[in-house]
Each structure stands twice: as C-alpha cells, then as structure tokens.
C-alpha cells in the first residue's frame, strides 16, 4: 500500500553546509553558540568557494528529493564566494529537479564592503528573476545601518526578508529592533529567544536547535510557523517527527497535529509544492502514523509532470556521482579550513 501527499518544503535551509559532515575539529571545544558560530560555521563559510558551494547544493537538492523534500528555502554564506553563489545554488537545485528559494546571508562581521556585496548578491540575482528573500544573519552581527540597507533593498525589489532572529540569548533583542521593521513577507528563522509577536512566518528549526543547545522556543505561541532543518539535511517527516516529541516533552498533552500544520505550512512559501507528487512507501501518511512509524521513505516524486526520483533514485542526476564528488570537494574544504587562522 502506499499513499500520496504534495511535495514538503524546507522552509530553512544551509545547503553550503552540506559538505560540513566530519569537517576538522575547531581550534578549541566551543562552549556557548557564539563560539560554535566563530570556530565552526564561520571557519567553514570563509572557506568556501563556487566550485564547493556547487557540490553541496548539488548533494543537498539530491538529499532532499530522496526525502520528499522537492523545495528549500535556502540561506546561504560564503564571503570569499559572494559574486555569482545564488546562481549557482539555484542552478544545482534546477539541474537535480528540486525548486527553490535562495537568499545570501548579510552580516557586517566581514566588514562594511562585506555586507554591501553581500547586498548587492541578493539585490542582482532578485532583479535578474531569481525567486528568493533578501537574506540577513541575525540583528547581532548587523549595524543599524546595515539592517535599514536590508530592509531598503527589500523594499526596492519588493522581496521578503529571510533573517535569524533571537536564535541564541546574544540575539536576545532582535524582537526590539525589529519590531517596526519586519512584515508579513519576512522569514523569520528560530526565534527561540524572541520576547513579542512579529508579522512574518516563523521557522521552527527542533534538532539544530537541539543540536546547538539554545533551548526550546515554544513555537505554538506564534501565528504562522513553518518547519525548517538549519542545515541538517532535509528529512522534513523526520523533523516533523522531533519537532512533535520535542513539544510533548514541553506538554504531554500535546498531540502530533500541530507540528503537522508547521510541516504543511511550507507550502504557503512555496506554492508550487502543491502541483507536485511524493508517493510515499507507508498508508496513510498522516501525523500519528509518520510520528511513530520509522523507515516512511518516498518510491516516486513528481515535478512539474516529470518523475525526478523513482525506485532507482533521482532520475536527472548520478547521485553516486554527486556523491562521490561532493566527499572530494569536501576534503579540499578541510584542507582549506584547517589554512585558515
């Protein structure tokens, strides 16, 4: 038996983080986020370049088909890579069959002409028709003068914001700051720590957030919530999953509906989900069957009337060979990482 359901959505996405799996170990065991971001993440996006950013989406748009995923909002980062990176991204997903949105990530800690290239990325690639946000990291690497440059461009294209926001108690006063900026188009990343109510849709990211130790954000008390993996590929049944679990440990009495709405409301970012087909290997699909039944994988999916993964895996791409070039482009990052000061 089997069942079908639209495509899912990864409605918060790094897929230059997807090279990242057994990456050399920091300088010094990191002990609070900010430490993680400095001597993980931020090592890692500096080393990054076209040819590596190319292999990652391309590894993490096949990742993501073989779990049903066939959209991602993406957010990316690669301040020796920022010219060109949203083509490229959009065109490894493209080439695998996967649809999505893209945005670069804007932060002043690389420096004032850092931030405006990063700037300048998000604003050509929307002008040239490229389907994405404006993106930012979060308001505690952003000036206020870097944030009104965000929100300006954003207005000029008539775009979305895709931001960080109080991930971490060191963003712990991003709600003041944004409080008059944001709108219903922004994409409001974590919000763990967020102490009020924004417009926009917020992106629960449960195992990153776990991952990371930031604590759990309760996110039934927002409006509009979507399910994100931050990073951590794109098995969304599996985040739904956690995102469920996480929450019954917050209240017992919670029940596998909500957290499916977060997973379902992907599709109000990404509409054009709703005209693909996933046939899925278990029936029925639906919350208390995918929260307790393990190994639920797709047999077929469907884009635009064209079958990009059945039986025998992606039908577009070698995903052994994507594979098998993304480890090497891997190792040339950690070599690249382990240079780095």
């Not at 649809?99 to 929307?126: H, M, P, Q, W």
């Not at 409001?188 to 992106?203: E, I, K, N, Q, S």
């Amino acid at each position: 038996m089997t069942a079908t359901t639209p495509g899912l959505v990864n409605a918060h996405h790094h897929l230059y983080s997807t090279l990242a799996r057994g990456m050399p170990a920091p300088p010094k065991a990191p002990t609070t986020f900010s430490e993680i971001l400095e001597q993980v993440w931020w090592r890692l996006d500096r080393a990054l370049d076209l040819e590596m950013i190319r292999w990652s989406a391309l590894l993490g748009a096949v990742e993501a088909l073989e779990r049903g995923t066939t959209a991602i909002i993406d957010h990316h980062s690669s301040p020796n890579a920022i010219d060109g990176s949203l083509d490229v991204i959009a065109s490894a997903c493209a080439e695998v069959g996967v649809r999505v949105s893209c945005c670069y990530e804007v932060t002043d800690r690389n420096g004032i002409d850092g931030a405006k290239a990063g700037l300048a990325e998000n604003e050509r690639f929307l002008r040239s028709g490229g389907n994405g946000y404006v993106g930012a990291h979060a308001c505690s690497t952003l000036s206020d003068d870097t944030l009104d440059a965000v929100c300006g461009v954003a207005a000029d294209v008539r775009a979305g914001v895709h931001i960080h926001v109080a991930e971490a108690e060191i963003d712990s006063n991003a709600g003041l700051r944004l409080e008059n900026r944001t709108d219903d188009r922004w994409l409001l990343a974590h919000c763990v720590h967020l102490d009020r109510p924004l417009p926009g849709t917020v992106a629960h990211n449960p195992r990153s957030n776990l991952n990371n130790a930031v604590g759990y954000g309760r996110p039934a008390r927002f409006e509009r919530v979507v399910l994100g993996s931050d990073g951590i590929g794109s098995d969304m049944l599996a985040e739904f999953a956690l995102a469920f679990v996480v929450q019954r440990a917050d209240d017992v009495l919670a029940t596998p509906e909500l957290a499916w709405s977060w997973l379902t409301a992907g599709a109000d970012l990404m509409p054009a989900v709703l005209d693909d087909v996933v046939t899925w290997s278990h029936d029925p699909i639906d919350p208390w069957q995918v929260a307790y039944t393990p190994g639920i994988r797709p047999v077929r999916v469907q884009v635009d009337g064209e079958i990009v993964l059945d039986d025998g895996g992606p039908t577009r791409v070698d995903s052994i060979e994507i594979r098998a070039r993304a480890r090497e482009e891997a190792q040339r990052l950690f070599r690249r990482m382990e240079a780095l000061d």
